[in-house]
């Protein structure tokens, strides 16, 4: 008979501003994966959730929105925090107030790899029933309660393989210890990844401002991926162009290979509307756009709003069972075209 692991002692133990645990990682997963693009990410708790972002050069922001109904378990004590009196006063002095949040910036690769090896991943192998491995980011701890990994004579290791029941609980801890640990358990398997936080660099997260929106338009995600792959890489800009006439949404770079333009009219996989009566042209850095890919490919529709501003904003629905979950991008122009 397996004995499952008691986590409450980890609760007992750190006394934590964070407990979250969502019985099916999948879901989890494929939303942290579509921002995982670069190495580091910040993380803001609050009590609506968790948002993963990443930033780079102060014009592109992607967010991962872990809803706290994609949990099956969201406990927030932020009062736990011993800075949060140190934050009160900014919370409190906006117009609504703020909701008490948590910032912390984590290895993101480090995250995704300890995840993505424990939940049908690539086959681990380890030579004890309890193993610690590490590098500078992370400790992980792999435990066998009931004593029952299978055995391969031949080589002398224990090799276990993941499926896909696999439940992942997130902890973050006091003033005691503000690692995050991750908590990943299958078949009374636990394995347990302690992982440094780190302080984030001040930036600003970037949202879209309604009253100020110009255009929204409803794409089906294919084929703004492949619209996307079509288009001349080598360029440094990709400017899209809002048409208000006959509705028409169109990409164009220029690159070592010449001009290169999608047009793509209104239908069933195109909805454009413009709100302010006016066509719009932008441009934005092209090797940031590349980084929509991985999340177009695993969701179905894609939503872009754009502010008069130019700011940019492209949500992409991801298959959850959480449906509002979602990975939104946020791109600041370079220029507008006229």
Known sequence: MHRRSNNKTYETQFNPILRARVSNLKPLLTLLRGVHFKEKANFAISEDGISVIIEESKCFQGHSVLKKNLFDVYDFFPERDRFQHLHQNDFLSHNPPLKPSISFAINLDTLVQCIMLYSGGPRATYSSNSVAFGTNDQVVTRTDPSNTFPLNTSLGTQTYLTGNRASVEFIYGSELDPKLIVIIEEDGVVSRCALPTFEIEYFEP????????????NIDSDLFKKSLQSLDNTGSYITLNIELENPQFKLHTSGSTGYSQINMNVGTALEVTCIDGRSKSYSYKFHQF????KALSLCEVT?????????LQIQALMFSQASNSLVEF????????H
Do not use: H, M, Q, W
Not at 290 to 293: H, S, V
Not at 303 to 311: A, H, P, S, V
């Open 290 to 293: 590349l980084y929509l890919i």
């Open 303 to 311: 939503k872009i709003n754009l502010e008069i501003t130019g700011l």
């Open 206 to 217: 970037l949202t879209i401002n309604k009253d100020i929106l110009a255009s929204r338009i």
């Open 330 to 337: 946020y791109f600041i122009p370079e220029s507008e075209v």
